[in-house]
């Protein structure tokens, strides 16, 4: 009799144990769930496995495809029109397209791994330094990590004046940049995860970025599908001959959206 009293407790309690752990993952997913909340990624594991927990919720739950009017709407938000753009088409006058195509230069699965020196590449929110005008702060430029590959001799070769300098020294006020990854995704430089002003040509006492492009680099993403839940939206483009499809993440905010990631569609499915 006392064996059946001690199987029979051991069963209720591990039954009671199974059941809180159960309630406690759900817990955690609809914590994670919840728009607003933000996880961080320390400890790296667990962000990863609640990032996963998301992933797959997002794919198990009822999705919806966009339709043509809420595509040509999306179109209009990422690249300034409604029409479907081939990967060769450039509106340079367009600023809508110039600013988000900055954001298509890297690939990131966080928006906070964005890198920074490819979105500042063609980013149209700078200002070119005018001889005369700028000569000091193109001297403090010539100081920074902007030349950290040239050695001296070159730089006076290449840069010994503005005036004479090879390429445009082009200057990103840092609170432009901010103002820019406010609107479309949420967080400014500090919140990107590398140091950024360490590692490109910045300037402390001009608060700015720089860099000496003078080429044009864009990438196109013309989304042609996509699919909505709730406030996710993920958007698709084709392969095209020059570069592989990929995946935008949007995230439904006030009455606009902010980018989530941005990956290649392959590389997702493989």
């Given at each position: 009799m006392k064996k059946i009293f001690i199987f029979v407790l051991g069963f209720i309690l591990g039954f009671i144990v199974a059941t809180s752990s159960t309630n406690n993952y759900e817990k955690s997913i609809d914590m994670f769930q919840k728009p607003g909340n933000i996880i961080t990624k320390e400890p790296g594991k667990v962000f990863q496995n609640l990032a996963l927990i998301n992933e797959r919720s997002y794919e198990n739950s009822k999705e919806e495809p966009l339709t043509e009017t809420e595509l040509r709407a999306f179109r209009k938000f990422i690249q300034g029109t409604e029409e479907v753009l081939a990967y060769n088409s450039f509106p340079?006058?367009?600023?809508?397209?110039?600013?988000?195509?900055?954001?298509?230069?890297?690939?990131?699965?966080?928006?906070?791994?964005?890198?920074?020196?490819?979105?500042?590449?063609?980013?149209?929110?700078?200002?070119?330094?005018?001889?005369?005008?700028?000569?000091?702060?193109?001297?403090?430029?010539?100081?920074?990590?902007?030349?950290?590959?040239?050695?001296?001799?070159?730089?006076?070769?290449?840069?010994?004046?503005?005036?004479?300098a090879i390429?445009?020294?082009?200057?990103?006020?840092?609170?432009?940049?901010?103002?820019?990854?406010?609107?479309?995704?949420?967080?400014?430089?500090?919140?990107?995860?590398?140091?950024?002003?360490?590692?490109?040509?910045?300037v402390p006492e001009?608060?700015?970025?720089?860099?000496?492009?003078?080429?044009?680099?864009?990438?196109?993403?013309?989304?042609?599908?996509?699919?909505?839940?709730?406030?996710?939206?993920?958007?698709?483009?084709?392969?095209?001959?020059?570069?592989?499809?990929?995946?935008l993440t949007l995230k439904k905010h006030d009455s606009s959206w902010l980018i989530v990631s941005y990956l290649p569609i392959k590389e997702k499915n493989n």
């Amino acid at each position: 009799m006392k064996k059946i009293f001690i199987f029979v407790l051991g069963f209720i309690l591990g039954f009671i144990v199974a059941t809180s752990s159960t309630n406690n993952y759900e817990k955690s997913i609809d914590m994670f769930q919840k728009p607003g909340n933000i996880i961080t990624k320390e400890p790296g594991k667990v962000f990863q496995n609640l990032a996963l927990i998301n992933e797959r919720s997002y794919e198990n739950s009822k999705e919806e495809p966009l339709t043509e009017t809420e595509l040509r709407a999306f179109r209009k938000f990422i690249q300034g029109t409604e029409e479907v753009l081939a990967y060769n088409s450039f509106p340079y006058d367009n600023e809508t397209f110039m600013t988000m195509a900055s954001f298509f230069r890297s690939d990131y699965e966080d928006v906070r791994d964005l890198d920074l020196d490819a979105f500042l590449y063609n980013c149209p929110i700078y200002q070119t330094l005018e001889p005369g005008k700028d000569n000091e702060e193109f001297e403090a430029v010539k100081h920074s990590n902007l030349f950290f590959n040239m050695s001296y001799d070159n730089i006076e070769d290449f840069y010994p004046t503005l005036e004479k300098a090879i390429t445009p020294i082009k200057r990103y006020r840092e609170d432009d940049v901010d103002e820019i990854l406010m609107k479309y995704t949420g967080i400014k430089v500090p919140d990107l995860t590398r140091d950024w002003r360490a590692i490109l040509g910045y300037v402390p006492e001009y608060a700015s970025f720089y860099n000496t492009t003078s080429d044009l680099w864009v990438n196109v993403f013309s989304p042609t599908y996509g699919y909505k839940n709730g406030d996710i939206v993920k958007l698709y483009n084709e392969d095209t001959e020059v570069y592989c499809g990929h995946v935008l993440t949007l995230k439904k905010h006030d009455s606009s959206w902010l980018i989530v990631s941005y990956l290649p569609i392959k590389e997702k499915n493989n």
